[in-house]
């Protein structure tokens, strides 16, 4: 799985045979600029999850619920994950499993929904940006979290910065695919924000592999255009 949040990035992607496309609510810090993904609204991930959509034809497009779009009210997650869903999306992603109830509603409403434990960026006030399930009440918490997400229906769960240890054991508990960012290797699945594996993004994480450094090569572009 590999994040998009634009045509020709996503077309790119399912070109490659990527299987997932995420419209990530990293598209706040890598795409718009902002501090991190708390001021993402809505409005920027359906017209986001539209061009995406619009470029992919063959991979799943998953979709991001934003910050404040499922944390108030049952029934308006409902709606804005059909919204994301009216934008091209094929499923959504949750944050945390405090809101078993809503992902719950949303499946009810016939939408597909991935999970996403560990480090969980919309808490990052909360929890800082630290490895998570270092601690044996934090390793028991998230293998509890991870079958709640399980029972409550979610079709995978991404895994983020998860000590990789624990995430293995979140691996041989869950049947659904497990996917890790950050969580060590083989797991079932393996997700990157596509602007730090291009070397776009200046601030990417340290465990982020960068597989080509685009910046300065598009740098040399741009001078040559400059100088004629
Ligand atoms: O928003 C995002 O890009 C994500 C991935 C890092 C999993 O949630």
Redesign the pocket.
């Known amino acids: 799985m590999l ?1 998009a949040y634009d045509y020709p990035i996503a077309r790119i992607l399912d070109e490659s045979g990527i299987d997932i496309v ?1 419209v ?3 598209l706040g810090n890598v795409m718009l600029g902002y501090r991190n ?1 708390l001021p993402v609204t809505m409005t920027e991930m359906i017209v986001h999850t539209q061009a995406v959509s619009r470029a992919v034809k063959r991979a799943m497009v998953v979709a ?1 619920m934003p910050f404040g779009s499922y944390q108030s009210d049952p029934s308006l997650a409902v709606k804005n994950a059909v919204d994301l869903i009216k934008a091209g999306a094929e499923a959504v ?1 949750v944050e945390g499993a405090e809101y078993v109830e809503v992902i719950r509603r949303i499946l009810k409403a016939g939408i597909p929904v991935m999970g ?1 434990l560990g480090f969980t ?1 919309q808490s990052v006030y909360k929890i800082g940006t630290r490895v998570q399930g270092l601690g044996t009440r934090e390793k028991s918490r998230l293998l509890k979290d991870a079958r709640a997400l399980e029972k409550a229906g979610c079709f995978a769960v ?1 895994l ?1 910065m998860v000590e990789p240890k624990l995430a293995q054991q979140i691996k041989k508990a869950l049947k659904i695919p497990v996917i890790g ?1 950050g969580s060590g290797e083989n797991l079932d699945g393996q ?1 990157l ?1 596509t602007y730090d594996l291009l070397g776009l993004y200046p601030k990417p994480p340290k465990f982020a592999k960068k597989y080509v450094d685009l910046a300065p090569m598009i740098k040399k572009a741009v001078r040559r255009f400059i100088s004629g």
């Open positions: 994040t995420l990530g609510d990293s993904t991001d992603k996403h960026p991404v983020e960012i997700v924000v």
